[in-house]
């Protein structure tokens, strides 16, 4: 089991930026790919950004391209997810997840391990 649990959020104006957070622990974390998702009002849950085990081939939606950064530190057991240039459009609920393997993923059923999530909310 790895429990995963995001911090982070919160309101801010468009145009600014916030840094969510995903600390894991149980297993180890190195042996998993890492992936964030949002959940708008009324919208499905939506791949946002994704990396692999050492922390390369990042893999973004097009929606978040330039804007959004994925990293992590292992030694620290976190993924992160910097968040510039925030519109009213990326209003959501943001979960971490988490899925064995070596090949960074987009599809929200290829992850087997989600957070609680934490609410991102941008002003106009």
């Known amino acids: 089991q790895v429990q995963l649990v995001e911090s982070g959020g919160g309101l801010v104006q468009a145009g600014g930026s916030l840094r969510l957070s995903c600390a894991a622990s149980g297993r180890t974390f190195s042996n998993y790919v890492m992936g964030w998702f949002r959940r708008a009002p009324g919208k499905e849950r939506e791949f946002v950004a994704a990396?692999?085990?050492?922390?390369?081939?990042?893999l973004y939606a097009d929606s978040v391209k330039g804007r959004f950064t994925i990293s992590r530190n292992n030694a620290k057991n976190t993924v992160y997810l910097q968040m510039n240039s925030l519109k009213p459009e990326d209003t959501a609920a943001y979960y971490c997840?988490?899925?064995?393997?070596?090949?960074?993923?987009?599809?929200?059923?290829?992850?087997?391990?989600w957070g609680q999530g934490t609410q991102v909310t941008v002003s106009s």
């Open positions: 990396i692999n085990w050492s922390g390369g081939n990042p």
């Open positions: 997840a988490a899925t064995s393997g070596w090949v960074v993923v987009a599809g929200r059923d290829e992850y087997s391990y």
